[in-house]
Nanobody, 124 residues
Framework: QVQLVESGGGLVQAGGSLRLSCAAS????????MGWFRQAPGKEREFVAA????????YYLDSVKGRFTISRDNAKNTVYLQMNSLKPEDTAVYYC?????????????????WGQGTQVTVSS
């Protein structure tokens, strides 16, 4: 019902910035809460950031607060993750996710739809 495609990953030097995009196709995009997750080698997949359908509420993994910003443009059916001051520890495959939610609802788990992932590599 919802197709998600991430883009914007790549190789960046520590301290640099990268902007990930998640393009969604399908109906009722504005009714979906969105989130970003990541999985690093040897680690479990973890929650990174989430945003409510209205964009009025956001929530972040503590280690990325002040460095990452999640936003959405419902007119473009796109969610973004702006990543600044990147660290080698941020290296991972990043996934976007979507699920039906009420206004201002923030979710860190239980997402129904997932993208294919995009690789982010931060060098020292």
């Amino acid at each position: 019902q919802v197709q998600l495609v991430e883009s914007g990953g790549g190789l960046v030097q520590a301290g640099g910035s990268l902007r990930l995009s998640c393009a969604a196709s399908g109906r009722t995009f504005s009714n979906y809460a969105m989130g970003w997750f990541r999985q690093a080698p040897g680690k479990e997949r973890e929650f990174v950031a989430a945003i409510s359908w209205s964009g009025g509420s956001t929530y972040y993994l503590d280690s990325v607060k002040g460095r990452f910003t999640i936003s959405r443009d419902n007119a473009k059916n796109t969610v973004y993750l702006q990543m600044n001051s990147l660290k080698p520890e941020d290296t991972a495959v990043y996934y976007c996710a979507a699920t039906r939610a009420l206004p201002d609802t923030i979710l860190t788990q239980g997402y129904r739809y997932w993208g294919q992932g995009t690789q982010v590599t931060v060098s020292s």
